[in-house]
């Protein structure tokens, strides 16, 4: 008997096919990476008849793959491995059809980029197979994810971006990417960010305060506004060109704020900043002048 071989040496995963392809087949792996010795036989069952397309070893992983075709409904898949007189082991997994969305655009929220993708027809919590890349790193510092689970019906699954500081690519994958069919949905991520400088003026002086839209390169044009307040008195408002909106102040107040409002698409980014203010006053042997 092969006493040193377990389940926990067998790499099964389940397959994802979206309820659009028109193939149908299920892709399917079944390994083994215990190289002490080659199983008697591996064999994979599920809906229909399993179509080899390779089985041999490779650096010691002993591999079956092949393909279920018409698959059209979720079903369960199981293999077997066989060595010599040891009893047979197996593994059972899903063969899942959903019905998944593309992923949202991004949008921002208190200083954080977020990606959406919408999976539904499930007939169990998947999250345990979904992977989430920027630039091809999985979950880089500063990313997180946040699933939700209906029972029976949808997984909803969020990725958080926090502080991200250059453009790249996001994608999610449903599915072992080397084992099983697996879904791969891509997004663009689009760094940007407001650039509202600290601005420093003299009392009742004019002044011009500038907001831009900085390191965007988008499609879609944005809107830009930039306006001044003064307690709850609107002293000014002007609307930008592109990424840059420039107002002037004719007499700046002491405690004014200026806030910067960019509209791109469905996302909104808003800063405020405050005026700080000076005032000269020129003294002739240590008396004010009036």
Known sequence: ?????????????????????????????????????????????????????????????????????????????????????????????????????????????????????????????????????????????????????????????????????????????LGGMHNSSHINLTQTLDYYFIGLKKVIAEKDKSTDVVCKLESYNGKTTPAITITAHHGSVKDGEKQGSGTNATLTISSVKVDMTTTCTVVVGSTTLTETSTISTYKFTQTINGVAAS
Do not use: R
């Open 1 to 173: 008997l092969l006493t040193n071989f377990t389940i926990t040496d067998v790499v099964f995963s389940n397959a994802y096919l979206s309820s659009t392809d028109t193939s149908k087949e299920a892709e399917v792996n079944c390994t083994v990476t215990n190289s002490t010795k080659k199983p008697t036989s591996i064999t994979v069952t599920g809906p229909s008849g399993f179509a080899s397309t390779f089985e041999g070893t490779v650096h010691g992983v002993h591999t079956l793959a092949g393909k279920f075709s018409s698959v059209s409904s979720d079903s369960s898949m199981t293999c077997a491995i066989v060595y010599d007189n040891s009893p047979k082991y197996t593994d059972s997994k899903n063969i899942e059809v959903v019905q998944i969305t593309p992923m949202t655009s991004q949008t921002w929220s208190g200083g954080s980029v977020y990606f959406t993708v919408l999976i539904k027809a499930v007939s169990f919590n998947v999250n345990t197979d979904i992977t989430w890349f920027i630039n091809g790193k999985v979950l880089p510092k500063g990313a997180t994810v946040t699933d939700t689970y209906t029972t029976g019906d949808q997984l909803k699954s969020v990725l958080k971006v926090m502080g991200a500081h250059k453009d790249g690519q996001v994608d999610m994958v």
